[in-house]
């Protein structure tokens, strides 16, 4: 295994925008909103930035392809600037690329942006995708919850849970995130809902329902990071490190090899177990202090729970409903609200969830903050579960 | 001995209470009360005459994956998808027929199926093809509130016709032909217009098809009361006896029309009837097929009890059936309701010919690849295996999914996307033997589908491009009934 990231670079500055029904904000406002936060936050000024990633997935909304949509809307002194995509890991890209330059010495300082503007397509969920020339011919005509919510029959068949059950766990799971959410002021949604308006509520792809599904909203979010020592020449103290990047990608095994049984992630159980092994953490179950988990949709974040090895096959539905992931819980998870209360901005949201963790380090998450964490992990998963990309990324105290 | 080796049927399983159609529209036609009995086969949103005819040809041929043996293909109907494009050769990339067979639409008049039938038995018979395989669908078309919306049914049949001993021997041949106008349909794939009842019944089928029943029996050297089996479709009650009467075959051996249970299905009703009637005919017994329209074909074939029977057959398809009680559904899937189908149904289908040509084999005919080192199979073909502890590259040969047996592993009832009949069922589907695919599930409702439930591969149409008039198809899982019939016997027991 190589030598890994593990404290070789530091969080200087992050920023995250408003998220939500951005009626007000184009693409160019938002990514604004985020850098500027970010700047403060950090404290250095724009010809410090060495080069930038910037993360967004739907080009054809508003921001366009390149790098020049954020070069342009942040007037970036002509740094070098990429555009990367990865499905709902694009945010998360975009901080590994910037992290992985200064790990490299390419780069001193360097800037991640993730933004995305759904609320211009005029769709009330994710627009239909352009899927190329061949798929169309051949696969069903899905939506995102279609695709995530066959993860439930799977996962119901391999472990022998009833319907019903599964209905309350995955609906406890929307529960908690909106009771953490509504005391976040820059989430999209801030109000709790109780039990029964999770199971009542609108079929949208059996068996999820109207809030088995997170939100569609608009949103960025920004990362500035830096090597440990530069931050502290720049008097940063008590520095929020990285521990792990890791990235797994599917290659057709669990589309198309009778290897895979449907009711988990193949690949976030690799990306998981790498980086618990880059950073150091042998019982994640006990050491690992918080997550934000991609829970594009509530029976995601269950499946999510095993696949990242903090419980057990088959016991997270048990754990979810024992509240073990609640807010007051063993390992909270989605204290900002998650991808249900804060919104999906696609490109955003890995960078999003990073933000919530590096607040939460810090001691700044106000009326959200636990008590003393050590290590923050998030978890972005793209694509649909038979044919994706996962990302895991930990964050910690420096030499924790 | 010309005659047909083996045969096969399908009707969709979906059946429209007339009663329902009646009582919709008895506002506007209180005189179609009349019509409100039994029910009439009606396709599928996914279904037309050329999948039917595909479904049907399945039946004929049987679960083999070598149909090296046919080498002559005929598809008839009036309600092929494409006016220019050969239909027939979408009916063979979906069998895997082979690419040096013959390929041949006839159309143009409702005895289109039996000429299919008569061309392929000369083709054989004149050693212009050695196995040829004939295979008509229809899915007609009628206006809302039409005594022909109540009368039409949709569905198919197939034949296999050999020189030898089979399921029956071709006894004579006899046709009409006279253009005489009954009803006709523009190129504008518009509706039919009739003329007066009566003047068709008496001018035309009792004067024009009585000699081509009179010439194929004397070709096959038969007097009129030689005929067991009398098929004659029409719309027309009792106008198969009427026919019989007028030609002097026996009252007794005049066929039930199916009519109360599915309707006339076009050209292909012949070839339906004839399938019907090749499942009860005892050995020897003659059966005379006949249909109307710009005159008249008939053949007369002696049945030998042997050849193969199909697995559905006539029987079988008409055994698997829903009924379906929602007029508006029936409009809406025959295009005669201008609905909201939603911002998610404006995405553009446009197909790339270049890579359905390129796949054709993939998306028409249901075929992936199995490796020679490993024997993995899997969906779709790639150069380098998907076999996780042998990526052997350039291993893998053509095999072949749509008769194997599956089931499935997960699936979701979408009501997000749009679909035709929501919600979209659709979910993962994996082989015996082997391989997998993320597909559509098709003819179920919500409740019908869970994890392990027995499917089955049926090609269909995957999507309509509306712009450019294009039709798409691809094959989809359907409940396999009669694997579930037999589980829970065996249950039971």
């Not at chain 1, 990633?53 to 002194?77: M, N, Y």
């Not at chain 1, 439930?152 to 022998?160: F, L």
């Not at chain 2, 041949?104 to 289109?112: H, I």
Request: hydrophobic share 40%; with cysteine; proline share 5%.
């Amino acid at each position: 295994m190589p030598q890994g990231i593990r404290d070789k670079v530091a969080i200087l500055g992050m920023g995250c925008s408003k998220f939500g029904e951005r009626w007000d904000a184009g693409p160019d406002d938002l990514m604004v909103e985020a850098y500027l936060e970010a700047m403060q936050d950090a404290g250095i000024e724009p010809t410090q930035l060495d080069a930038a990633w910037f993360s967004t997935h739907i080009d054809e909304i508003g921001s366009g392809k390149g790098g020049t949509p954020l070069s342009i809307a942040l007037r970036l002194p002509n740094i070098a600037v990429t555009r990367v995509e990865n499905f709902c890991a694009s945010g998360s890209e975009a901080f590994r690329g910037a992290v992985y330059a200064v790990a490299a010495g390419a780069a001193d300082i360097a800037l991640a942006v993730g933004v995305e503007k759904l609320k211009d397509t005029g769709y009330g969920g994710l627009p239909v995708a352009n899927p190329g020339t061949l798929n169309p011919q051949v696969m069903p005509n899905g939506s995102a919850p279609g695709n995530f919510a066959q993860l439930a029959s799977a996962y119901r068949a391999k472990h022998g849970v009833s319907k019903d059950d599964l209905k309350r766990a995955i609906a406890h799971v929307s529960v908690k995130s909106h009771a953490n959410g509504a005391k976040n002021p820059k989430a999209h949604l801030r109000k709790p809902i109780t039990e029964e308006q999770a199971l009542n509520a609108p079929m949208i792809a059996e068996p999820l329902g109207l809030f088995d599904c997170c939100g569609v909203s608009d949103g960025a979010a920004a990362a500035i990071v830096t090597t440990p020592e530069i931050a502290r020449a720049l008097g940063k103290h008590d520095l929020v490190t990285v521990k792990a990047l890791q990235l797994s990608v599917s290659n057709g095994y669990e589309s198309q090899y009778n290897g895979w049984d449907g009711s988990h992630f193949h690949t976030a159980r690799i990306a998981a177990g790498k980086a618990y092994k880059e950073a150091g953490i042998e019982r994640p179950r006990e050491q690992i202090s918080m997550m934000e988990v991609h829970d594009c949709f509530s029976v995601t974040e269950l499946v999510t729970m095993e696949d990242l090895f903090i419980s057990p096959e088959g016991q997270g539905w048990k754990d979810v409903l024992d509240g073990f992931y609640d807010a007051d819980g063993g390992v909270p998870c989605q204290i900002d609200g998650g991808l249900k209360c804060f919104g999906h901005p696609i490109g955003v949201s890995g960078l999003r969830m990073l933000y919530e963790m590096y607040l939460q380090l810090q001691g700044r998450a106000g009326e959200r903050q636990l008590a003393n964490p050590v290590f923050g992990m998030t978890h972005n998963l793209g694509g649909a579960p038979a044919s994706n990309v996962c990302s895991v990324a930990i964050i910690g105290q420096e030499g924790a | 001995m010309v005659g047909i080796a083996a045969w096969g049927a399908y009707a969709p399983r979906l059946r429209l209470s007339r009663k329902a159609v009646t009582e919709a529209n008895a506002w506007v036609a209180p005189n179609l009360k009349a019509k409100g009995k039994g029910e009439r086969s009606m396709a599928n949103w996914d279904e037309d005459a050329l999948t039917m005819a595909v479904e049907a040809a399945r039946d004929a041929l049987g679960p083999d994956d070598d149909r090296s043996h046919i080498d002559a293909l005929y598809f008839a109907s009036t309600t092929a998808p494409f006016a220019d494009r050969l239909n027939a050769g979408v009916v063979s990339a979906a069998l895997t027929l082979e690419k040096s067979i013959a390929a041949t639409d006839v159309t143009g008049s409702q005895r289109c199926g039996l000429t299919a039938l008569a061309q392929a038995l000369s083709a054989v018979a004149g050693c212009g093809a050695k196995a040829a395989l004939v295979a008509a669908g229809e899915h007609r078309k009628a206006r809302a509130a039409s005594a022909q919306e109540l009368d039409f049914g949709d569905g198919a049949a197939a034949f296999v016709v050999t020189d030898g001993p089979g399921a029956a021997e071709l006894l004579g041949r006899g046709s009409v032909t006279d253009d005489f106008v009954d009803h006709f349909r523009g190129d504008d794939g518009g509706f039919d217009y009739y003329w007066e009842e009566r003047w068709i019944r008496d001018e035309g089928i009792v004067k024009l098809v009585p000699p081509a029943i009179r010439k194929a029996l004397e070709v096959a050297g038969l007097s009129t009361s030689d005929v067991d089996h009398f098929c004659f479709p029409s719309t027309f009650a009792g106008m198969a006896a009427t026919v019989a009467k007028a030609a002097g075959i026996k009252p007794e051996a005049v066929r039930d029309n199916l009519a109360a249970v599915m309707g006339e299905a076009g050209c292909a009703h012949g070839p339906i009837m004839l399938a019907h009637a090749l499942e009860n005919a005892r050995e020897n017994e003659v059966i005379l097929v006949a249909q109307f329209g710009q005159g008249a074909e008939a053949l007369v074939f002696r049945a030998t009890g042997q050849g193969q029977r199909p697995a559905r057959g006539v029987t079988g398809s008409l055994a698997d059936r829903k009924e379906e009680t929602n007029y508006l559904k029936f409009l809406t899937f025959n295009g005669l309701v201008e609905w909201d189908k939603g911002m998610r149904a404006e995405k553009d289908n446009k197909t790339a010919l270049t890579t359905l040509y390129r796949n054709e084999d993939m998306i028409l005919g249901l075929v992936g690849g199995r490796c020679r080192e490993t024997g993995v199979v899997q969906f779709p073909r790639t150069r380098i295996s998907v076999a996780p502890n042998n990526p052997a590259v350039d291993t893998q040969e053509p095999y072949k999914f749509a008769d194997r047996r599956a089931s499935i592993l997960s699936y979701s009832a979408d009501y997000l996307t749009f679909s035709m009949a929501p919600p979209n069922h659709y979910g993962m589907v994996v082989f015996e033997g082997g391989g997998r695919i993320m597909m559509d599930i098709t003819d179920v409702a919500p409740g019908d589908v869970e994890t392990g439930l027995p499917v089955r591969m049926v090609f269909r149409v995957k999507e309509v491009d509306e712009k450019r008039g294009f039709v798409r198809y691809f094959w989809k899982a359907t409940p396999d009934r009669a694997a579930l019939a037999n589980a829970t016997a065996q249950a039971a027991e």
